[in-house]
Nanobody, 122 residues
């Protein structure tokens, strides 16, 4: 079992930065692929980024490539999402997820956090 708690969301102006954190409980955190998804009102949940358990492989959604960076610290059971050059279209609830494979499909992830709101003003 893995429990996930996101933090770091908030209100920021366009062009600004935020860093999201996802703290995981459970001794098997390092075995899981960690992912970030987001969901804006009226839209489907969208893959943002994912990172392999070793941190050696990472994936990004097309809309965030070059602006967002995912990282993890297995010693702290935490995964991070550094978000730079934020745009109003990045506004969404951001979710942390854990699963066995680095996939963009949210159905592949077994554990989810409650989400943290990110709002980018123009």
């Amino acid at each position: 079992q893995v429990q996930l708690v996101e933090s770091g969301g908030g209100l920021v102006q366009a062009g600004g930065s935020l860093r999201l954190s996802c703290a995981a409980s459970g001794r098997t955190f390092s075995r899981y692929v960690m992912g970030w998804f987001r969901q804006a009102p009226g839209k489907e949940r969208e893959f943002v980024s994912g990172i392999l358990w070793s941190g050696g492989a990472r994936a990004y959604g097309d809309s965030v490539k070059g602006r967002f960076t995912i990282s993890r610290d297995n010693a702290k059971n935490t995964v991070y999402l550094q978000m730079n050059s934020l745009k109003p279209e990045d506004t969404a609830v951001y979710f942390c997820a854990a699963g066995p494979r680095l996939m963009t499909d949210d159905q592949e992830y077994d554990y989810w956090g409650q989400g943290t709101q990110v709002t980018v003003s123009s």
